[in-house]
């Protein structure tokens, strides 16, 4: 209550009544010079403070006529000795003096009253007040421990997922290493293929060198198609984790503000130099959520970010798996193919020096068959002069005259000589036929062995080449992407 250098009196203790006292005139210090302020919604100030007040009495000015400085009772006229009998009575005085003392009685007793009740009601209204503004400060400070608790838990979220995306983005360049990697074994594979498309005749064979390239281009391919699909997939799943972190990032910057906002209004004081009156700001509901749904909210961000990170925890796992296996898995196929293609070489080697060794011995076979043949023809060049002798002498004896024309022994002797050396010429002839056929035999054989030396010595050529280009192959951590 304040003092406004007047005192106040309650608006219930009725009207005074005119008694011998003059009434009080009004003075500046008034109810309008005190203009008390009222919240907006709330009852007028003055509906518990009182309306009526105690005017400062201005006494009014008495002439020196109606005053008389010596002190003596003024001279009653007798003309106005009959306005003596228009005065009160004693019993009147008595009267109005016991009213007024009773009506002054009954309103101190209203006052007192009005005082110990109003004093009892700012009393309960202080602590009502004071309880409420303890009630609101506890309530914040509950409603800080709240946002707290789930900032700790999006702050632990949100660095688990942080972690895992990390993670998640690590086996992504793994797999473009790994696949970037398989570029030059796909190649080197490739390139062999091609190289022993240039073997020649018979070793253009479906051995087990090109089933082994061919298998070993189709594992690369599919490593790299596997890679690929994986890669795509991360990057899905990486579209999703930032997704989740953009909620859990906005969800943590909301409560961070809340937060801030919060504890500023608990740290406010009756002192603060920062409050202020806000009318019908309590009458506004802006809010969008209850307790149930702000705490579902950030759960349900808590859980979709656990979801997806629980999707990347088992994509990342398969991508890992998949690059172990995928690296034995070409690996086991590379160790083939050479073990295939040193083989092949051995092979191939041990083939062309049969070759070289049986050219050597049709060679030597072909010396033989043309020493052979030369002797042949001689032989029969030789018999030809025996065969002369012999057909000459018959053909003299034929010369003989008469009976001299005998067949004797000479004669038959000399046609058995022709006979015989005609056989044995015919017998030499087929004989240097034979020779000879042979010759062009073991000659068409060189040919073909010369030829077939020739082949394999292009498919040890290419075998060879592609046995040093396949010396090189990408070591387990590069093919697993961790190079």
């Known amino acids: 209550m304040e003092f406004l250098g007047t005192t106040q009196v309650a608006s219930y203790c009725g009207r005074r009544k005119n008694c011998l006292l003059p009434d009080l005139a009004p003075t500046s210090t008034t109810k309008e010079t005190y203009q008390s302020y009222c919240l907006p919604g709330y009852r007028y100030l003055n509906c518990w403070r009182p309306s009526l007040m105690h005017k400062v009495v201005l ?18 006229l007798p003309a106005l000795r009959s306005s003596l009998h228009t005065r009160y009575s004693t019993r009147d005085w008595h009267h109005a003096n016991m009213v007024h003392l009773k009506g002054s009685e009954a309103s101190r007793y209203s006052a007192g009253r009005l005082n110990t009740d109003s004093m009892r009601l700012m009393q309960n209204k202080d602590q009502l007040t004071y309880l409420m503004q303890e009630d609101s400060k506890r309530n914040l400070a509950e409603r800080i421990t709240n946002i707290d608790f789930w900032r700790s838990e999006l702050i632990h979220e949100l660095e688990c997922l942080l972690k895992e995306t990390q993670a998640l983005e690590t086996v992504k360049q793994r797999l473009e290493s790994a696949a970037d990697a398989l570029q030059g074994p796909l190649k080197i594979a490739l390139e062999c293929l091609y190289h022993r498309e240039m073997r020649k005749g018979i070793d253009l064979v479906h051995d087990d060198v090109e089933k082994n390239l061919i298998k070993e281009v189709d594992v690369y391919k599919d490593c790299q198609e596997i890679s690929t699909k994986l890669t795509q997939k991360i990057n899905q799943q990486l579209g999703i984790n930032r997704d989740a972190q953009h909620a859990l990032e906005h969800d943590l910057s909301d409560k961070n503000t809340a937060s801030f906002i919060d504890e500023k209004c608990f740290n406010l004081r009756n002192t603060s130099n920062s409050i202020n009156f806000y009318h019908g700001v ?15 909210f950030t759960e349900d961000n808590i859980r979709c970010s656990q979801h997806a990170r629980a999707n990347s925890v088992k994509l990342r796992e398969d991508a890992e798996a998949k690059l172990e296996s995928t690296s034995q898995e070409m690996w086991n196929h590379f160790v083939s193919t050479n073990l295939a293609l040193n083989n092949r070489i051995a092979e191939v080697a041990d083939v062309k020096n049969k070759l070289q060794a049986q050219l050597a011995k049709v060679l030597q ?4 068959t043309e020493d052979t043949i030369m002797l042949l023809e001689r032989s029969i060049k030789a018999k030809e002069y025996p065969l002369k002798v012999a057909q000459t002498r018959l053909e003299g004896r034929t010369r003989r005259p008469n009976i001299e024309l005998c067949c004797d022994a000479p004669q038959l002797q000399l046609i058995t000589e022709v006979y015989t050396i005609d056989d044995t010429l015919q017998t ?25 030396i020739s082949v394999k010595t292009n498919s040890f050529f290419i075998d060879k080449k592609c ?8 070591s387990t951590p590069r093919l697993t992407g961790f190079i």
């Open 467 to 474: 046995m040093d280009m396949r010396k090189v192959f990408p």
């Open 282 to 296: 309590e009458k506004t509901d802006g809010t969008v959520s209850i307790p149930e749904t702000w705490a579902k």
């Open 59 to 76: 006494v009014p000015e008495i002439s020196d006529k109606e005053f008389n400085c010596t002190g003596r009772p003024p001279t009653i």
């Open 365 to 368: 076979e072909i010396f033989q």
């Open 428 to 452: 030499l002839k087929r004989r240097l036929q034979e020779a000879q056929d042979t010759l062009q035999m073991l000659i068409l054989d060189k040919s073909n062995l010369e030829h077939e």
